[in-house]
């Protein structure tokens, strides 16, 4: 997980939770079950409608990597793309198969980089490896947008649930009131 988003989450929470007992607030009153049920359940059911099963089940490996650093980074890529230049270079293009089947098995290897430069060492036409890359990387770009769009919508979808929440919880307080009105001040 990067570090900005653990310093985000717990200052984003420390500080709400500081604020509201400034004025004497207590931190129990914040956390209410059914709260967390309506807006996590109702959420999590509005993006069900939303979306069909194929989807939905990518979204908890979606969550683990939006939170989980990348497996590489550019200059690990280009690393590796100097080190395969220089095998291809002293022992030609086929050694590259080699090199990229036995890679040491800590650097993952991008599949759309091997794809890539399996498809060279196989001697396909370089207008047709262009051809297969764009198609993955269309591919590719429309399964993010779908991913995007489900954190889009749970993201429009709990603000919602909070204030249905937010009513139901004031409907359980002013009718738990009514009995002695004395408790609502």
């Known amino acids: 997980m990067d570090i900005a988003s653990i310093i985000g989450l717990i200052s984003g929470i420390g500080f709400v939770i500081y604020g509201y007992t400034m004025d004497g607030g207590k931190v129990g009153s914040l956390w209410l079950i059914s709260a967390v049920v309506i807006v996590a359940g109702g959420s999590f059911g509005s993006v069900c409608l ?3 099963m194929n989807q939905l089940k990518k979204f908890p490996k979606l969550l683990i990597e939006v939170y989980t650093n990348p497996k590489s980074t550019v200059n690990d890529t280009i690393e590796y793309l100097i080190t395969l230049s220089q095998t291809a ?8 198969e080699k090199a990229v089947m036995t890679a040491d098995p800590k650097k993952k290897i991008d599949p759309f980089l091997k794809r890539g430069i399996l498809s060279v060492v196989d ?3 370089p207008e047709k490896i262009n ?3 764009q198609s993955d990387i269309y591919v590719y770009e429309q399964d993010k947008q779908i991913a995007i769009s489900m954190f889009d919508s749970l993201a429009a979808f709990a603000p919602a ?3 249905i929440g937010t009513i139901i919880g004031m409907i359980s ?13």
């Open 131 to 133: 051809e297969i890359m």
């Open 50 to 52: 939303s979306y069909g």
């Open 123 to 125: 001697g396909t036409d």
């Open 89 to 96: 270079k002293q022992n030609g293009l086929l050694s590259l």
């Open 173 to 185: 307080m002013l009718s738990a009131g009514m009995d002695n009105p004395d408790k609502l001040t």
């Open 161 to 163: 649930f909070g204030m």
